[in-house]
């Protein structure tokens, strides 16, 4: 029997706070990979300038370069975020903005995969929605289904380690892993 | 005859860029308000750090006070802004994420209007959608018409002056103001 | 002391379903609704042709007139949906289409209020801000807030008498009702 | 060398209107398409019920079972739509609505490539995202780029005939069917 391809993720995450709940859904992943799938975690945007055609006129920064190859050495890239104010975290579009003036663009082609919570029930959808419209123009190819939104995400931390234990939750993003593997294969 | 009410309204910028074609809009606002408004420049977001609650936790930034205590000072906020990516630039959304942290929110209640353009013939449509939606949950309150959507920007500033000469576009836009004053003086 | 002035609130249903979970909600409306406020069933698009500017040529609709009528008679329109497929039922916007080709057009003007509900928890948000959007078209006031997303819809219905009984729900609806009679009042 | 596999392209037309400008886009397709497609129109939606589930109860009405089987027959749908009040036509998501219902869902895994117009600049743009977003759900395989805008649309027909003329949007078109059958022979 043949094996899959082993594929490589990389996980760009939406939020810095220390205690992100987002940051504990990140750790959960490369746990919940299935087999032949390894999953990273890709370099922070936390040291991006706003983006300013100046600045970028002056030399990329090095952060921007960095977040920029490390998208580029993986098959496919999970974005794991919250949703701010109705839509996709300023941080976490600056990232994409800025990475996108980039040859070659990183996310030409790309594979990409969407999880979101929140604390209330909504869980991060409407943040989805806008992260799709920006991937049409950044040519990515993203997974339709299934969609991970964790509504009450708060509650599903484990209290005294903070780390993703409901399994309900697990389960679900293990399907996603499994789905996004499949399609890395197929469009990658 | 009775004389309109004063209002006071305040631009914010959505592009960092010295020599954007953005900021040639908000430079010609001013001399194409109607009688009775004054138009001046919010302050910047370029010094704002990309939003992070621990940063938040330490102590609110200066510049972002600034900003907010701008906004809450003004009876209404133009926003002008290109799109980046098929929606809201990356600095721009960061900004508003931040300022939406302060209490009392600079946005509750505030009337909106947004301009936007591009290079191309969409004119930046798509990030004002998305600014909206946004908006609902800043509970700002956004004039609907009419909206001002510049195609082909470039071409519609002096070509030695660098402003914006267009007639056609600065009477589109003398007219919003218009229509974006007698809403403050209703709704504000 | 005074009064404030009475207002009539009018409901347009998205669902035709005889037994729709959100007929439920629009026959709950009226026992919910602040003092002052009366609030009546709008009529059905149950009888409108599918949009065909030729069919317009020959002659608007009477179901169409009806409905046009019925929405410039009332003072604000409360507007309860599913969503289907990720956004406006189909029939729902097909109402909205028809209508909007009107003189005086129907919803210039006019206060609107979205109220959905999911069987799932997103709870027909999605249906929500496409509504937005079209509504800025048809340059409707909607109200931002509190929004009315009911999830799990089937479990907050007496499973007697199918009418909506959750105390939660009702009261959350209330509240909208309340905040959206106070909008009429300022902006209508 | 090897010739690349043969596919078949069905249109789906948002518009019912005899001299419809998208009607004549829709009628030029097949004399674009590349070597190896083959593009016919489906069936029109334009005797579709508006949807209730009391309807589909009774059983699917027979132009939707039409339809439906169209689309299943076909390698890639490509959907050629006005937009109306800033979403997609009321009838085309009725239609969308209705083929939904029924298994195999005809859009499940199906390529989709879109093209909107509309007589001003901004070219039916809103419509294509949310049709992007419908499709999420529906698990289509939506084409990213390029995407197909025709503003001034009535500009682009000549005169005599109303057939689609203009030779830049004749080009442009073919080329997103070209790069739709490489997307088609890929993921469909």
């Not at 890709?42 to 006129?57: G, H, M, N, T, V």
């Not at 919250?82 to 980039?102: I, Q, T």
């Not at 990183?106 to 920006?134: C, D, E, N, T, W």
Request: no cysteine.
């Amino acid at each position: 029997m043949s094996h899959p391809r082993p594929i490589k993720l990389g996980i760009l995450l939406g939020s810095l706070r220390r205690g992100s709940f987002h940051g504990a859904v990140a750790r959960a992943l490369p746990g919940l990979a299935p087999d032949g799938v390894t999953i990273s975690q890709l370099p922070s945007f936390r040291d991006f300038p706003i983006y300013d055609a100046d600045i970028q006129a002056e030399g990329i920064p090095g952060p921007v370069e960095l977040l920029a190859e490390a998208i580029r050495s993986v098959d496919g890239v999970v974005i794991v975020t919250p949703e701010y104010n109705y839509s996709v975290p300023g941080g976490l579009k600056n990232a994409l903005d800025w990475v996108s003036r980039l040859q070659p663009q990183p996310f030409a082609g790309k594979p990409v995969a969407i999880q979101s919570g929140s604390i209330g029930p909504i869980a991060g959808s409407r943040a989805q929605y806008h992260l799709r419209q920006i991937m049409v123009f950044l040519d990515a190819l993203v997974l339709n289904k299934p969609e991970i939104m964790i509504g009450t995400i708060q509650s599903k931390l484990d209290e005294t380690t903070g780390e993703l234990s409901d399994e309900t939750t697990r389960g679900f993003i293990g399907k996603q892993l499994e789905a996004f593997a499949a399609y890395v294969r197929k469009v990658g």
